[in-house]
């Protein structure tokens, strides 16, 4: 299965800490998103990584990406209450447009 | 440019009638994806359409569910005799492709089945 896996599953912290999510996926890929969903929302797209790229940055988002290892991290610095959502990395590989999604990190930012 | 449009929002449905979730993709995307989330869960592809073609369909149940994409109008994933496995968020999707290469997908609120 190409599903990737986010580690952990649950991640409680508080504000002004930094949150750093894991990914793993299975097989080759040509890029990686994270996505954040808020409880009983859609998804909002929040970076997009090729398979060429090591590392990526976005405002308070880093992410890392090793396609040795496939795995890829996303840390989130100096977190804020309103992070508080649960977060999902999809990879996408060649020949496919589809979107394969983990089962994500609920991430609590405790004021 | 208005994003992802899906509706209803909530949609209640008795076992066995007929579900029609739609979808319109944001200006400019040809590209629409349709996932399912069942609590506490990721989301499960289901199926992938450009205008007037079904290009992956490999997520989809083989009964009772389908999907279409019309030259005009908004995407429509129907599913017919429900049963209560069926309620869950339905999700849909849009993107451009850029030569081959998977873009951002633009996802939209959701619409929520509830079957009883």
């Known amino acids: 299965s190409q599903q990737g896996e986010e580690d952990p599953q649950a991640l409680s912290i508080q504000e002004g800490e930094n949150a750093t999510m894991n990914c793993s996926y299975k097989?080759?890929?040509?890029?990686l998103q994270w996505y954040r969903q808020n409880s009983g929302r859609g998804l909002v797209h929040l970076i997009l990584?090729?398979?060429?790229?090591r590392e990526k940055h976005s405002g308070r988002l880093r992410v890392t990406l090793d396609t040795s290892k496939k795995s890829s991290s996303l840390l989130i610095t100096a977190s804020r209450a309103a992070d508080t959502a649960s977060y999902f990395c999809?990879?996408?590989?060649?020949?496919?447009?589809?979107?394969?999604f983990g089962k994500g990190t609920k991430l609590t930012v405790n004021p | 440019n208005a994003g992802v449009m899906q509706n209803p929002r909530h949609l209640v449905r008795r076992r066995g009638q007929e579900a029609r979730l739609r979808c319109s993709p944001m200006k400019g995307h040809s590209h629409v994806y349709w996932y399912r989330q069942l609590p506490e869960e990721g989301l499960k592809f289901m199926v992938y359409?450009?205008?007037?073609?079904?290009?992956?369909e490999s997520g989809m149940p083989k009964e009772r569910f389908s999907a279409e994409f019309p030259k005009e109008g908004p995407s429509i994933l129907r599913i017919q005799q429900v049963v209560r496995g069926d309620s869950a968020a339905y999700f849909c999707?849009?993107?451009?492709?850029?030569?081959?290469?998977?873009?951002?997908?633009?996802f939209g609120q959701g619409t929520r089945l509830t079957v009883v």
């Open positions: 999707a849009s993107s451009r492709n850029l030569g081959g290469l998977n873009t951002e997908a633009f």
């Open positions: 990584i090729r398979s060429n790229e």
């Open positions: 359409l450009q205008k007037e073609n079904i290009i992956d």
């Open positions: 999809a990879t996408g590989w060649d020949g496919s447009e589809k979107l394969v």
């Open positions: 097989t080759s890929i040509n890029n």
